[in-house]
């Protein structure tokens, strides 16, 4: 990794730390309602990074397996549930994304042999899925009388991180191989944003703790 790289990825578990630490500290304002979950979803992350850096970076191979089967799809399902059905309230796409990202992650277990990194297949359809979703609650903050009060807005912030990470990456996991194959400086470029993006995202959610106001 450059310089730059190390930089963004020694500092993610950090900012996922903090976040971890934010949260916890609203957890008892938040218990009463759906956003609890979001408390207990970022410590779940944080615990699963923590036991990546000190024990899994040992164990390249296994490491592979554990956030293409485990970590990545709780994370889609997560933020599905999140956005389709608690805050645009549609509960049909929640489902529908749900049983596409699931037949997708089946295949998956079919093209073991060729992942390099992660699923370029199913991380693409998972991360296009929550990018519609993505575009939908942008659609319905601007349509509403929601995005005059976007500061205390916990969904603005997130939906700010969650656009840059997933969406702004979807090209990057796409082509992952290809690009790694053929293109390794436009790779190598786009590695550095994905690591960023990750640091980026987590200051939105530490954010989203602090400024956010929650609806039950």
């Known amino acids: 990794m450059t310089e730059l790289q ?25 218990k009463d309602t759906y956003w609890k ?18 024990v899994l970076q040992f ?4 490491r592979k397996y554990f956030f293409g089967f485990f970590i990545i799809p709780i994370e ?3 933020f599905y549930w999140l956005y389709a059905k608690k ?3 549609m509960n ?20 073991l042999s060729n992942v390099r990194w992660i699923s370029s297949m199913s991380y693409s359809v998972g991360a296009f899925l929550l990018s519609i979703m993505i575009f939908l609650e942008l659609i319905k903050q601007i349509k509403s009388d929601e995005i005059l009060n ?14 840059l990470l997933y969406v702004g990456t979807l090209p990057f996991f796409a082509f992952d191989k ?21 640091n980026v995202m987590y200051l939105f959610f530490i954010a989203s703790f602090i400024w956010g106001k929650h609806k039950n």
């Open 6 to 30: 190390t930089i963004f990825h020694k500092s993610f578990p950090a900012f996922e730390c903090i976040c971890s630490i934010v949260a916890l500290t609203q957890y008892q304002k938040l």
């Open 37 to 54: 979950w979001f408390v207990i979803y970022i410590l779940f992350i944080t615990g699963a990074e923590l036991f990546n850096l000190f």
């Open 59 to 62: 164990y390249l191979e296994i």
């Open 76 to 78: 889609f399902i997560f």
């Open 87 to 89: 805050s645009l309230q």
């Open 92 to 111: 049909n796409l929640f489902w529908i994304s749900c049983s596409i990202y699931i037949v997708f992650y089946v295949l998956y277990l079919f093209n």
């Open 150 to 163: 976007f500061k205390t807005n916990k969904m603005f912030y997130i939906n700010l991180g969650t656009l």
């Open 178 to 198: 290809y690009l790694y194959n053929n293109a390794k400086e436009i790779w190598d470029n786009y590695f550095t944003f994905f690591l960023f993006s990750v």
